[in-house]
């Protein structure tokens, strides 16, 4: 039978579907290239209302600046830094200060020789 | 000793209703979504960065996160254990939405009192910890400007500029990317993980509980948060500082399985001792937020001024990378400093700033960088927008 096979790269029917799959590709992408245009339309719209809704919670606030609220001159006094307001002391290092990345795994065990001794 | 985490296994899942429509991808900051325009997708964790931009953008809701809403009930539940919580800004501004309330409404009361009503022992709120995180970011930025004008004492600080390091889709992908920026980030732990250390010493001495009987449960606009509060380095109080994340999509689930009438909720205040927060807190929740805070608290200190005018509005807005210079009198070393700070809001826009930075050509001392388009208002676990599709 090989002398009826056709001497083409493609077969008509791997052509055809060829083809269409392209057709097809090419409307897709057009449809959803629109859609995702769209979308960034309307999320800018939500996002700057949740922003303004946190701008107006801002100028509604009784103290606007993080160096005078009251429970952060407390905590600093009465366990971070005691009798003084006084950041990056050492125990505010060690509760609130962080390594990354190659230097975590010593960190760890920092934090369980750190636990022997409290033990 | 290593067990599976979530920091191994990721936090977003690709399910089957994927319809392979290749929006997710359009929207990935890393590129980690894999899969052929036609081919279903599947996630990457080596290079996801858990910032579920993808699953807020599926036009088929066929993505989703990792949950512990069941656990978080459990607790509730559970008589022995002292259940605190805690909020971020964000959340407060969005939730709202969930019960037909317009967009950007404020719901932070309401969220206070249907938080109360689910049997959470004290409603704290992150806020308290983001003025935290100003108080040890701000000065630590203000040692690392002592060191570059040659101060004596500050040798051992880190280099300029200082990043920012509240966001954990940021820092996961300055990891796994850019491992030789990461001596410019601040040490300071994020807000949220801040207060579970604090919850879990100061707190529980405080109120007097063990702190092997509490359990710390935040509520974010983020699903990276879940990862956060999972990585193995996070146990500065002796347990792991904050036990369960859920999203504000989740929170409104829970109350509505409650059967709570969150729209006629009275307004209530967060509980004393680590609930109290200032505006400059709130703005964290928006992009430019952490920067105009920070730059609140260190301008007062350094000038040893009281600013007339709070806002720094040369920092707002939408772009995704924005640049304002700031001068601030130092009154120590009697000098003017002009600060050039920027604003990163999109992962996929940092790479340059960062590329600078390490050619030794960036001019800037402080950049804020948040993976979310818009900052986390525009988070990964805040409500889905369904009328986009």
Redesign the interface.
Known sequence: MSIFKEKSVFTRRQFLIGSGMLAA?VV??GI?AK??F??YA???D????????????????A??????????LQ??K??LSPGEVS??SEK?H???????????PA??EE?HAH?HD?A | MSTATLADTGIIQITKACKA???CT?VCPTGAVKGL??QKHSIDYKTCINCGQCLI?C?FGAIIDTSSVEQVKQALNDSGKTVIVQEA??V???LGEEFGM?????V?GKMHAALRKLGFDKVYDTE?A???T???E???LI?RVFKLAGVAGYEDRGPLPQFT?CCPAW?KY??DKY?AI?PH?S???SPQ??FG??AK??AANKQGVNPADMVSVSVMPCTAKKYECD????????FQDVDYVITTRELATIIKDAGIDFVNLPDEEAD????????????F???G?VME?AL??AY??LSGES?NK?EFTAV?G?QPVREATVEIPIKDLGINLPVNVCIVTGTKYVDKVIEDVLAGRSKYHFIEVMNC???C??GGG?PI?H???
């Open positions: 590709t897709i992408t959803f859609l995702g769209d979308a309307v999320s800018d939500y996002i700057e209302k949740r922003a303004a809704g946190l701008y107006n919670l801002d100028e509604k606030m103290i606007r600046k993080s160096h005078e609220n009251s429970e952060i905590i600093y009465d366990f950041p990056v505010a060690h509760l609130l200060h962080t390594k990354y990345g190659k230097e975590i960190m760890i934090l636990q409290a | 429509c290749d929006h359009s325009l036609g953008n036009p800004p964000a407060r501004v969005a317009p967009v950007g409404t404020n932070k308290f983001a003025d935290l100003i108080m040890e701000g000065t630590e040692h390091s820092i300055a990891e491992p990461l980030l040490s300071a732990k993980q801040m250390a604090i010493t100061y990585r193995p380095e996070m146990k500065a109080s002796g004393k001792l680590i609930g109290t927060s200032t505006g400059a807190a709130t703005i929740g928006v992009t937020g805070a609140r608290t007062e200190i600013l709070v707002r939408m388009p818009g900052g208002i525009n805040q927008r009328e986009m599709y």
